[in-house]
Structures are given as structure tokens and as C-alpha cells.
């Protein structure tokens, strides 16, 4: 039974890392081929919802780094996209 459990997590661990590196790789072409695309998909993903009061202090800007990322989208894009590859590499042989 513990074995089964086991089993599952470690298939789950993998569908989740599989799923990032997929995901990141989408973004990394995103950002490669259309920056404005990449930009506009930044300002959507960057809005929250407010859950309540207890979590407000999440809710919080910190400190904004549209305006470093944003003007090199293609050289983060390249990186990513890159950095997919050399991951994929390694956890596949």
C-alpha cells in the first residue's frame, strides 16, 4: 500500500515537472516570436484577486519588475527556451 503511495507520488512529482518545463517553454516562444503578445499576457497574469482580508498583505506590490524584464522579452525568451532544453536534456537520459 505504502509502496503504491509512493508510486503515485513520484508519478505526480513527474507530470508537474513535465507540466512546468511545458508551460515555461510556451512563455520562453512567447516572449521569442512576440514581445507585444508577451506583454500584454504579463499585464493579464499580473492582476489578482483579493481573497480577504487576512491574505491583503500578499496582495502587496513589492517592487515592480515589468520594466527590467519587459524590454529584453527576446533575450528572456531565448534563455527560457534554452534553459527548457538543457532541463529536458538532463532529467531525460
Known amino acids: 500500500m505504502l509502496r503504491s ?3 503515485l507520488l513520484e508519478q505526480a512529482g513527474l507530470l508537474a515537472f ?3 518545463l511545458v508551460s ?3 512563455a520562453g516562444l512567447v516572449a521569442l516570436i512576440s ?3 508577451f506583454v ?3 499585464a493579464q497574469s499580473s492582476r489578482w484577486l483579493d ?3 487576512v491574505l491583503r498583505w500578499l496582495d502587496q506590490t513589492r517592487f515592480n519588475v515589468d520594466p527590467l524584464v519587459l524590454p529584453f522579452s527576446r533575450l528572456l525568451g531565448g534563455i527560457t527556451l534554452a534553459s527548457v ?3 529536458a536534456y538532463l ?3
Open 18 to 20: 513535465w507540466a512546468f
Open 51 to 53: 481573497a480577504s482580508k
Open 85 to 87: 532544453a538543457l532541463l
Open 40 to 42: 500584454r499576457l504579463s
Open 5 to 7: 503511495c509512493v508510486l
Open 35 to 37: 514581445p507585444r503578445t
Open 24 to 26: 515555461a517553454a510556451v
Open 91 to 93: 532529467f531525460t537520459g
